[in-house]
């Protein structure tokens, strides 16, 4: 069935600037990480895809290892491409990333120019691009020199295959070092994908969000669910079929009393504010300037909307922010940690 977009698609998304650059994203943007690979219905994934695109969402966030396996959700869009979107690349920022493991041996996984470089031209084969509009080193290598995986980024766009190149769950003091060093090399970072929530805010103490402000960088907020923790599906213990059963980003002992407390705490603040939980919880991530946009992951195009709806009220009162900074504190979630504090 041929696919047409909405007419009205970019009436009501707020798009920002990322940074200091001249690129608009929109405040809220798709990412593929989960429910775009084989172990997920093509169709669902291409109506969720199909109605971010309505709503006005330009920004399809992907990686080499989403899936599963590795590569699947790269290679489900590329399909997409071709049939869904052929018309409208030029409406849309894709982002690919490369760090965590991808093919077995000492070339498969981390910073190096070798890696970088092999897992770009991989991830442009199964989309059918001749270049995304964003590529990220995924993460901080301590064994590999930051002048090597920075120079990588850099040449990759002198060869025309990244538009902009960003880092993700680098902490402040290495996205510090990095940004020196793509500057020196007349690359400069567009925008940093820390991992920020209300149960999730290492950014705010490690100081991050005061350097990307300072350094003029946009920032794209993943886990702003806390990877569906920040959803009703948790407020009365652990649903079957949920990710914290799959042993996925949610570890069933994350799930314990003190978090579920804050959970209700937290729905009762969104209900007062008449937003869903997840509402709530984006519209908090862009209570300020300083995120430029939330990426959101969905296994439902209803799901979708629902998030998309936080647009509607993105104002906090102060008694508000105080009455949620009671229940937002750290539920001891951030699996990156590591990689941010290396």
């Known amino acids: 069935m041929t696919y047409t977009p909405s007419a009205e698609r970019y009436t009501s998304m707020v798009y920002n600037h990322c940074g200091r650059s001249g690129l608009k994203l929109p405040a809220i943007s798709l990412g593929l990480w989960h429910n775009f690979g084989h172990d997920f219905n093509e169709q669902t994934s291409r109506a969720i895809c199909r109605r ?4 006005g969402i330009t920004h399809f966030d992907l990686a080499n290892n989403y899936g599963p396996p590795p590569g699947a959700a790269e290679s489900f869009f590329g399909r997409l491409l071709k049939t869904d979107f052929a018309f409208h690349r030029d409406e849309m920022v894709i982002s690919s990333k490369a760090g965590y493991r991808m093919w077995p041996g000492p070339y498969g996984e981390w910073g190096s120019r070798k890696y970088l470089v092999s897992s770009l031209d991989q991830s442009l084969k199964r989309m059918g691009l001749d270049y995304v509009d964003i590529f990220y080193s995924h993460r901080f290598d301590p064994a590999t020199p930051l002048e090597e995986t920075m120079g990588a980024l850099d040449s990759i766009v002198r060869q025309g295959k990244a538009l902009y190149v960003g880092l993700s769950s680098y902490n402040s003091k290495r996205t510090r070092e990095a940004v020196k060093i793509l500057n020196e090399l007349g690359t400069p970072c567009l925008i940093h994908q ?12 490690d100081g991050l969000l005061d350097t990307l402000e300072e350094l003029g960088i946009g920032s794209i907020a993943f886990s702003a669910l806390a990877q569906g923790m920040l959803t009703d599906k948790y407020l009365n213990g652990i649903p ?3 990710r914290a059963t799959q042993g996925k980003t949610i570890r069933d002992g994350h799930i314990t009393d ?21 509402q709530m919880a984006i519209a908090w991530i ?11 992951g969905a296994s ?8 998309y709806g936080a647009l509607s009220n ?8 105080k009455a949620i900074d009671v ?9 990156w940690a590591l990689s941010s504090s290396s």
């Open 52 to 55: 971010a695109f309505d709503l």
């Open 194 to 205: 820390p991992s920020y929530s209300m149960l999730n805010r290492w950014v705010e103490d």
């Open 240 to 242: 079957e079929g949920s």
């Open 258 to 278: 003190e978090n579920v407390k804050r959970i209700r705490g937290l729905n009762e603040i969104a209900e007062q504010r008449g937003q869903s939980l997840a």
């Open 286 to 296: 862009l209570r300020n300037n300083r995120v430029t946009t939330a990426l959101i």
């Open 300 to 307: 439902t195009p209803s799901q979708l909307e629902d998030s």
């Open 314 to 321: 993105l104002e906090f009162s102060d008694e508000e922010l």
């Open 327 to 335: 229940f937002a504190r750290d539920a001891g979630i951030n699996i």
